[in-house]
């Protein structure tokens, strides 16, 4: 007689629910690094881990150009910042049923945006904005003035 796994048959049908707002704080807080890829698509998201490099490719070159400006230093990671502020942005604004087909067709459960997902889109979109600004200031301020200002 063998025995049979039931919770083994019930885990394959269900999937965890991937909330929206969830997935849009992580992308807007630690999207540098790619937790909210990992969060959506597990170990196996190959975007996740392209986010994620970006973190010790920056330290190399942190160490290898000690005393170059930081945006030089920390190139890499920037681009995925702001790239994330991106995502963030599109996950946010994608309409819940469009949600719930890609992410949540086997959870069984539907999502449900409310304000405080409108918030953190404001105050992403806010960041995001400071930051593109701040990174094409200073590039174009290293480029023709040679730092001068800063």
Do not use: C
Not at 38 to 47: A, I, Q, R, S, V
Not at 48 to 68: A, D, E, Q, R
Not at 116 to 140: E, H, K, M, Q, S
């Amino acid at each position: 007689m063998t025995p049979t796994n039931t919770s083994n048959d019930i885990s394959n049908h269900i999937t965890p629910h991937k909330n929206k707002t969830l997935a849009t704080l992580l992308a807007a807080l630690f999207g540098a690094i790619g937790l909210h890829r990992f969060y959506l698509g597990g170990k196996k998201d190959k975007w996740g881990w392209l986010h994620f490099i970006t973190l010790p490719i920056s330290m190399v070159i942190h160490y290898f150009y000690f005393g170059k400006p930081e945006i030089v230093q920390y190139s890499f990671l920037l681009v995925s910042f702001l790239i994330a502020i991106l995502e963030a942005l599109v996950m946010g604004l994608t309409p819940d049923e469009k949600w719930d087909a890609r992410h949540n067709s086997k959870s069984g459960k539907t999502s449900e945006s409310n304000w405080p997902l409108a918030l953190l889109l404001v105050l992403t979109l806010a960041v995001g904005a400071f930051a593109l600004i701040a990174t094409i200031a200073r590039t174009f301020d290293l480029l023709y003035t040679g730092g001068a200002y800063g």
